[in-house]
């Protein structure tokens, strides 16, 4: 079992920053890649970024050039900085991690959502 832990959300006025954080906790798992979804009310859950053990990134283009997502292996955390906020950018965001556990099963879990909200 993983658990992953959020923190970092709140409000901001457009053009200002926040940066969230996840830290994933648990035993007899190997975290693969984690990253971050959102989910703005009324509409699916889409990925913001997400990066591999390895420091391979992918991000959606809406945040390309805005966020930037890094990871700290040691520590089983990632981070994520957004920065340029829009209103747009108004979501739950819900964290995750691809895990195999030590007999090679395949699992992924999430954190229970930060709210980050944009507004003047």
């Known amino acids: 079992q993983v658990q992953l832990v959020e923190s970092g959300g709140g409000s901001v006025q457009p053009g200002g920053s926040l940066r969230l954080s996840c830290a994933a906790s648990?035993?007899?798992?190997?975290?693969?890649?984690m990253g971050w979804y959102r989910q703005a009310p009324g509409k699916q859950r889409d990925l913001v970024a997400s990066?591999?053990?390895?420091?391979?990134?992918r991000y959606a283009d809406s945040v390309k050039g805005r966020f930037t997502i890094s990871r700290d292996n040691a520590e089983n955390t990632v981070y994520l900085e957004m920065n340029s906020l829009k209103s747009e950018d108004t979501a739950v965001y819900f964290c995750?991690?691809?895990?195999?556990?030590?007999?090679?099963?395949?699992?992924?879990?999430w954190g229970q959502g930060t709210q980050v909200t944009v507004s003047s």
């Open positions: 990066i591999t053990s390895d420091g391979s990134t």
């Open positions: 648990g035993s007899h798992f190997s975290i693969y890649a």
């Open positions: 995750y991690a691809n895990c195999v556990s030590s007999i090679g099963s395949f699992y992924v879990y």
